[in-house]
């Protein structure tokens, strides 16, 4: 298992460019599943996740080649509608294959996610849905077998907003008989991306970047190419970084998928400045204490919530952090707090002391955000801070010391 080692305390200056976004790649990359033939997706960002995705599309039965950051799927020889176990369990978005396989194969045979690092993340919302499309699904040994002759067009409520519910339902849809209309359907970037891609490919889904979906069933759909958005996450965190740390200049970004982001880092004192495709974020100091919530987009992401608790740590006040989407994503709390962060921590909600340093410490990750706000904190911290378990940053963030290194960080990978 690798650490990472990291001197704080420098100041951190330069641009950063942004991979493609992990939470749009997923996704597209299990659409090509409702095609025959050979598709490309461009800005693949080389995760453990996308690796993990290939992997799937291969048991599947589909042929997979990643050269550089174009990833080619061709789809002709699927034959194999199974997700197992062994990769659901590194990675929940793996069940994005369900609505694609059952819409295409008429049947689909998916292991069942477990809980996570920070609490249970169901998946009512993905099989209620199915099964108003017509969908027999059925529970036993831990997987779940999703059948239907041809999927029937149907009205869908969503409860809650949810980006996988949303993302499935639509992929099951668009090969479905007759109208699906989708009522409070998520409008994250990731989503509106791919519905542009299914329309590419011949599906017709109205109200896209709406929360009302409207999707006339066709019969077939054609491989197309596509290159991933960039990554607000990504993005995101290294603005955070930028308040933080120094003077950093995040590009080959879409600023207006981070308009909570940059309103929030302004609310700090930051000074920020932005161009067509990059934003740069300075810190200048106190760092202001202030409080955010999470929301669905366009709010402030849930993905981001870790690493502002982190930038809170060292702000001259009190800010509260509030998370609406997870209510127990807060395993960097405990780990921040070896650290010297001080932060009280209620249900969903973490008051955060600011102080003027934190101190150098060995922690643990936990999750891929989690992860991302112990780096940034240990960047700031005085001393030596070693993160073990780095396999989960692995998961979502491409490069990630490497792009520190080249802003000037003293940050190591070493095998423990
Ligand atoms: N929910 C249900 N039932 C369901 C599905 C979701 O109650 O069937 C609830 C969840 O428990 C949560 C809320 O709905 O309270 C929203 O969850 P959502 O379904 O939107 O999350 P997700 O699709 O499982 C994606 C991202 C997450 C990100 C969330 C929220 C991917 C692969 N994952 O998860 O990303 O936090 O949306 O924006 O897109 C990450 O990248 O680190 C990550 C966890």
């Given at each position: 298992?690798?650490?990472?080692?990291?001197?704080?305390?420098?100041?951190?200056?330069?641009?950063?460019?942004?991979?493609?976004?992990?939470?749009?790649?997923?996704?597209?990359?299990?659409?090509?599943?409702?095609?025959?033939?050979?598709?490309?997706?461009?800005?693949?960002?080389?995760?453990?996740?996308?690796?993990?995705?290939?992997?799937?599309?291969?048991?599947?039965?589909?042929?997979?080649?990643?050269?550089?950051?174009?990833?080619?799927?061709?789809?002709?020889?699927?034959?194999?509608?199974?997700?197992?176990?062994?990769?659901?369990?590194?990675?929940?978005?793996?069940?994005?294959?369900?609505?694609?396989?059952?819409?295409?194969?008429?049947?689909?045979?998916?292991?069942?996610?477990?809980?996570?690092?920070?609490?249970?993340?169901?998946?009512?919302?993905?099989?209620?849905?199915?099964?108003?499309?017509?969908?027999?699904?059925?529970?036993?040994?831990?997987?779940?077998?999703?059948?239907?002759?041809?999927?029937?067009?149907?009205?869908?409520?969503?409860?809650?907003?949810?980006?996988?519910?949303?993302?499935?339902?639509?992929?099951?849809?668009?090969?479905?008989?007759?109208?699906?209309?989708?009522?409070?359907?998520?409008?994250?970037?990731?989503?509106?991306?791919?519905?542009?891609?299914?329309?590419?490919?011949?599906?017709?889904?109205?109200?896209?970047?709406?929360?009302?979906?409207?999707?006339?069933?066709?019969?077939?759909?054609?491989?197309?190419?596509?290159?991933?958005?960039?990554?607000?996450?990504?993005?995101?965190?290294?603005?955070?970084?930028?308040?933080?740390?120094?003077?950093?200049?995040?590009?080959?970004?879409?600023?207006?998928?981070?308009?909570?982001?940059?309103?929030?880092?302004?609310?700090?004192?930051?000074?920020?400045?932005?161009?067509?495709?990059?934003?740069?974020?300075?810190?200048?100091?106190?760092?202001?204490?202030?409080?955010?919530?999470?929301?669905?987009?366009?709010?402030?992401?849930?993905?981001?919530?870790?690493?502002?608790?982190?930038?809170?740590?060292?702000?001259?006040?009190?800010?509260?952090?509030?998370?609406?989407?997870?209510?127990?994503?807060?395993?960097?709390?405990?780990?921040?707090?070896?650290?010297?962060?001080?932060?009280?921590?209620?249900n969903n909600v973490a008051v955060i002391y600011?102080?003027?340093?934190?101190?150098?410490?060995?922690?643990?990750?936990?999750?891929?955000?989690?992860?991302?706000?112990?780096?940034?904190?240990?960047?700031a911290a005085q001393g030596v801070t070693e993160?073990?378990?780095?396999?989960?940053?692995?998961?979502?963030?491409?490069?990630?010391?490497?792009?520190?290194?080249?802003?000037?960080?003293?940050?190591?990978?070493?095998?423990?």
């Amino acid at each position: 298992m690798d650490k990472l080692v990291i001197r704080g305390n420098r100041h951190l200056t330069g641009k950063v460019s942004i991979s493609g976004a992990k939470n749009a790649v997923l996704p597209i990359m299990a659409a090509t599943l409702l095609t025959d033939g050979v598709s490309h997706i461009k800005r693949v960002p080389r995760l453990r996740d996308t690796k993990t995705m290939i992997r799937l599309l291969d048991i599947i039965g589909a042929a997979t080649d990643l050269n550089d950051d174009i990833l080619t799927i061709d789809t002709t020889t699927v034959n194999n509608p199974e997700a197992p176990y062994d990769l659901v369990k590194t990675m929940r978005a793996s069940f994005y294959v369900l609505g694609p396989l059952v819409a295409k194969f008429g049947t689909a045979r998916v292991s069942q996610p477990g809980g996570c690092a920070w609490g249970p993340r169901p998946i009512d919302l993905h099989l209620k849905g199915l099964e108003k499309l017509g969908a027999e699904v059925t529970l036993a040994g831990g997987y779940i077998t999703a059948k239907a002759d041809r999927l029937q067009g149907n009205k869908i409520n969503f409860e809650i907003s949810s980006v996988g519910a949303t993302g499935n339902i639509v992929m099951a849809a668009v090969l479905a008989e007759g109208e699906t209309v989708i009522e409070n359907a998520a409008r994250e970037p990731e989503i509106v991306q791919l519905c542009q891609f299914l329309n590419l490919m011949g599906a017709e889904i109205n109200g896209v970047g709406t929360d009302v979906l409207t999707i006339n069933g066709v019969e077939e759909l054609s491989p197309r190419d596509i290159a991933v958005i960039p990554d607000r996450i990504e993005a995101g965190t290294f603005m955070i970084a930028g308040a933080m740390l120094g003077d950093i200049t995040v590009c080959d970004i879409i600023p207006e998928h981070l308009l909570a982001v940059i309103d929030r880092l302004e609310e700090t004192g930051a000074g920020i400045s932005q161009g067509d495709d990059w934003i740069r974020v300075k810190q200048l100091e106190p760092i202001k204490p202030v409080d955010v919530t999470t929301a669905v987009y366009p709010g402030f992401p849930t993905d981001l919530q870790a690493q502002w608790v982190a930038l809170m740590g060292l702000s001259d006040g009190t800010a509260v952090v509030t998370d609406t989407i997870y209510n127990d994503r807060f395993s960097h709390i405990p780990e921040l707090s070896r650290l010297g962060a001080k932060i009280k921590l209620e249900n969903n909600v973490a008051v955060i002391y600011g102080r003027d340093e934190l101190q150098g410490a060995p922690v643990m990750s936990t999750d891929i955000r989690a992860s991302a706000s112990l780096i940034l904190a240990g960047l700031a911290a005085q001393g030596v801070t070693e993160v073990s378990r780095i396999y989960h940053i692995d998961r979502g963030y491409e490069q990630i010391e490497e792009k520190f290194r080249q802003l000037g960080a003293v940050i190591d990978r070493r095998s423990e």
